[in-house]
């Protein structure tokens, strides 16, 4: 039994992961494939360059995705996590390329019109990129990109990827002419916003800062009313001098009210400094992601 629980704890973020990265793709795929591409709408990224290519040379776009991300896959095993990423990037590759090519005979236009096939291409592009995200993959391309641009610099994926696109935009402008681009710098708005709005949801965490006179007092208010860890950090008053105690918790938000309630019963003065956590690992929130 203790070996299946185990087998099971192994298992289960890895088929988590999977329904992440098959929705995530088919979210984008379909939301490309009955929104933008039937109205020329040149999203950014390799799914830009395939749009533009198929314009003038007929090519599959699934196709055309797929190979121009073959470098680029090789450069997320140098450097983004090997061959785990590798695979989980390969796998949102196959299922996003394989919609696009073969949805195309079951999925035609819904709307035509310029606001309504923006505004939703877009967010179907963000939801379904987000997702990826979260599954700790890409859907190649751009992607790979943003993500190293993450790991390195700590900027937001959605907006390091909408200021790449300016190439690809700035190459359809010449092609497709001003309005066109003018949908698809709204497409890639949407979708940049929507992508960094689903990486938020995640935990739903806040993480608290408190800065007191009584921590020994407020810590073991927090321990047993709250049931949650405090760990204490030594501060130092940067105009008084003086040495202070800060104490950092991380929980839900809806218990924030409660603790700021709980501070300040035991201690009116503290300074309570309340922040969001996008991903918590560890004991007693998700397992650190191997």
């Not at 709307?111 to 923006?118: E, F, K």
Request: contains cysteine.
């Amino acid at each position: 039994m203790q070996r299946i629980r185990t087998f099971w704890r192994w298992l289960w973020p890895i088929l988590w992961d999977i329904v992440l990265m098959s929705a995530g793709a088919a979210i984008s795929a379909i939301g490309t494939r009955i929104f933008l591409i039937p109205n020329q709408v040149v999203v950014g990224g390799v799914t830009g360059i395939a749009i533009i290519t198929n314009s003038f040379f007929q090519l599959p776009i699934g196709i055309v995705v797929a190979v121009i991300n073959i470098p680029l896959l090789l450069i997320s095993m140098r450097y983004l996590g090997g061959w785990r990423f590798a695979l989980r990037t390969l796998y949102t590759i196959a299922v996003m390329s394989f919609l696009l090519e073969y949805s195309a005979n079951y999925l035609g236009a819904v709307t035509q019109d310029p606001l309504l096939y923006s505004l939703y291409g877009g967010l179907l592009a963000g939801v379904g990129g987000g997702l990826i995200f979260r599954a700790r993959s890409t859907g190649g391309g751009f992607d790979i990109v943003a993500r190293l641009l993450e790991l390195r610099f700590g900027i937001a994926p959605g907006r390091s990827a909408l200021l790449m696109n300016g190439i690809i935009y700035a190459v359809a402008f010449v092609i497709y002419g001003p309005e066109k681009i003018l949908y698809a710098i709204l497409v890639s708005f949407v979708a940049s916003r929507a992508v960094d709005a689903v990486l938020s949801l995640g935990s739903g965490m806040n993480q608290v800062f408190i800065i007191t006179d009584q921590p020994q007092a407020v810590s073991d208010a927090v321990l047993k009313t709250l049931n949650r860890g405090v760990t204490v950090i030594a501060a130092k008053g940067g105009y008084t001098g003086a040495e202070r105690a800060m104490l950092l918790c991380v929980m839900t938000r809806s218990e924030v009210p409660s603790l700021t309630a709980l501070v300040a019963s035991t201690d009116a003065k503290a300074f309570v400094v309340v922040g969001e956590a996008v991903e918590v690992f560890g004991k007693g929130f998700r397992a650190l992601p191997g």
